[in-house]
């Protein structure tokens, strides 16, 4: 069985695509969306039950209410943070929460054999006008616009500006244009300024969310998977990637194997303009990361991790 709780006015949305009917999964029911507070029991369900959960640790501080229900009613969840998995596994003396990637769907998204239409010399996937608040996508927005034409970033900013002005697949298909993906895996750490921080703090938390002490930096952020990582290099584009203090992208990939990093403005513009002038020499870089996301991070390879984990452990 697949209990699907979308959002539908979200077209950016990957989950739109997955399309887990299409596999053998007999004797198992497979929960996955948004609003996971609108998830309930479902006492005629005898399947065993997972749940796949692509919003941590950015929900954790919203999230953690349901969190008591998850772990009586489901046998197995996927969580793309393992630092919350961890938490939560050592909060119920249990197994079940488990680190995962990002899928991708498996059958519908085409992908490009050729580097022929690579007519996009640099490309984000995400809200640069949150600039403001994350100085990272300042340095990213900085070194696109001396990289493309004024209309074109214009357009590919506003994308995500204005939510639903293109598709998922759309989205996709820009991506397929661009030479160059400009990705993080950290998200700026809002609950230090809020309420959340108050109502978190406790010696577990501490040591399994360690941002959560991190004062270091007054631009304080959380590491966090994102599925502009695979959906760049399902595309075949050659990542840059900012380097932070945890590096999760490293459990998915390899640096100078699959992508490269860069630590500041001066930095990725140097590698921007090296790759653009080198570009034959760099895409191995790009092959290498498309090869292994195909291979390894699709919702197929999420349905075979299901098997594999529901036969070998008494869950």
Not at 80 to 102: E, G, R
Not at 232 to 257: F, G, P, Q
Request: net charge negative; proline share 3%.
């Amino acid at each position: 069985m697949i209990y699907k709780y979308l959002k539908d006015n979200y077209q950016f949305d990957p989950l739109h695509t997955y399309d887990f009917e299409q596999y053998d999964l007999s004797g198992v029911s497979i929960y996955y969306g948004s609003s996971y507070g609108s998830i309930q029991a479902i006492p005629e369900d005898k399947n065993k039950k997972v749940l796949i959960v692509i919003d941590q640790p950015n929900g954790f501080y919203s999230m953690d209410k349901y969190y008591d229900f998850f772990n009586e009613y489901f046998d197995l969840v996927l969580s793309i943070d393992k630092y919350t998995a961890q938490y939560y596994n050592n909060k119920y003396n249990t197994n079940k929460f488990v680190y995962t990637f990002f899928p991708l769907e498996s059958k519908d998204l085409v992908y490009d054999d050729t580097y022929g239409s690579k007519e996009i010399p640099v490309f984000y996937t995400g809200h640069l006008s949150m600039g403001i608040s994350f100085p990272l996508l300042t340095t990213i927005s900085n070194v696109i616009k001396k990289h493309v034409d004024q209309n074109t970033f214009a357009y590919l900013n506003q994308m995500y500006s204005i939510p639903n002005i293109i598709s998922y697949y759309n989205k996709m298909r820009i991506l397929s244009y661009a030479k160059i993906a400009i990705v993080h895996c950290c998200h700026p750490d809002y609950t230090k300024v809020s309420e959340f921080n108050e109502a978190y703090v406790n010696d577990e938390i501490n040591k399994y969310l360690v941002w959560q002490t991190d004062t270091t930096d007054e631009n304080r952020y959380f590491p966090q998977i994102k599925s502009r990582i695979f959906e760049a290099s399902i595309m075949r584009c050659i990542m840059l990637v900012y380097k932070d203090k945890y590096n999760v992208i490293e459990d998915y990939y390899e640096e100078k194997k699959d992508f490269l990093y860069f630590e500041n403005e001066e930095e990725l513009n140097q590698l921007v303009n090296t790759i653009l002038s080198n570009y034959e020499e760099y895409k191995y870089l790009a092959e290498n990361a498309y090869q292994k996301t195909k291979n390894n991070y699709t919702t197929k390879n999420i349905v075979d991790q299901i098997h594999t984990i529901l036969n070998i452990k008494n869950i």
